[in-house]
């Protein structure tokens, strides 16, 4: 029985720190994002509160007209801003999805060399007691 216990322990003890792995390559992978967004949508406030405050002093609409392409050029480059980081942040999610991935994998192979291990162990202890 004891053996038993030992083994579950030591599955349940790596379980855990594979969790705790994921969980943390999860975390830093949505840190970045928000971190990426954050700072996009900060650039494109402080751009067009600028802009704001330029088309505030527009009294006439030659004034308008010399502004008007400005204004379209800030939301374009708001707009590109918001598009980099989203690509970004997916480019990230998929580097860590490959990262979850590949420790998903490393523990299950652990885990089957372990069972066949003790499927070896097991055969060689059968086979001397036929003996």
Same mark, same amino acid.
């Given at each position: 029985?004891? =053996?038993?216990?030992? @083994?579950?322990?030591?599955?349940?003890? @790596?379980?855990a720190?594979? *969790?705790?792995?994921?969980?943390?390559? !999860? $975390? =830093? %992978?949505?840190?970045? *994002?928000? +971190?990426?967004? $954050?700072?996009? #949508? /900060?650039?494109n $406030?402080?751009a !067009?509160?600028?802009?704001? +405050?330029?088309?505030?002093?527009?009294?006439? *609409?030659?004034?308008l007209?010399? #502004?008007?392409?400005?204004?379209?050029?800030?939301?374009?480059? %708001?707009?590109?801003?918001?598009? +980099?980081?989203? @690509? /970004?942040?997916?480019?990230?999610?998929?580097?860590?999805?490959? &990262?979850?991935? *590949? $420790?998903?994998?490393? @523990?299950?192979?652990? !885990?089957?060399? =372990?069972?066949?291990?003790?499927?070896?162990? &097991?055969?060689?202890?059968?086979?001397?007691?036929?003996?």
């Amino acid at each position: 029985m004891y =053996q038993f216990n030992d @083994q579950f322990t030591k599955a349940a003890s @790596q379980f855990a720190d594979a *969790a705790a792995n994921v969980n943390r390559l !999860a $975390l =830093q %992978n949505a840190e970045k *994002a928000f +971190g990426l967004h $954050l700072a996009a #949508v /900060e650039e494109n $406030l402080n751009a !067009a509160f600028a802009f704001a +405050g330029e088309l505030i002093e527009v009294r006439d *609409a030659e004034g308008l007209k010399a #502004v008007w392409p400005k204004g379209i050029q800030i939301a374009r480059a %708001n707009a590109e801003r918001s598009f +980099g980081a989203a @690509q /970004e942040a997916f480019a990230g999610t998929v580097k860590t999805n490959e &990262a979850i991935g *590949a $420790l998903a994998k490393s @523990q299950f192979e652990q !885990a089957g060399a =372990q069972v066949k291990a003790e499927v070896e162990k &097991a055969t060689k202890a059968a086979s001397k007691a036929a003996k």
